[in-house]
């Protein structure tokens, strides 16, 4: 898998875009191949969306990834609103 174009779906991440309010209930929060295509689509369209003061280097789906899977939908790790 070239993690450039693709990334990993895993409860954890699901969980931070459902918290993050980019994930919908009618999609779940188990992942599914059903719903990689949406999942992926949300994840790309973040990507595009980081910008300054985040490098370009970073700006990545691997990063995101990572980052999502970190915070498993929880408040304190996530920005202040």
Known sequence: MNPRRYTVMDKRSLKSLH?????????GRVA???FYPEYLSVCRELCA???DPVPAGFRTLRTLD????KAKG???MLPDE
């Open 66 to 69: 990572r980052a999502l899977f």
């Open 32 to 34: 599914s191949t059903w």
């Open 49 to 51: 969306q980081l910008g």
């Open 19 to 27: 918290v993050l309010g980019f994930w919908p209930d009618e999609y």
């Open 74 to 76: 929880r408040w304190p």
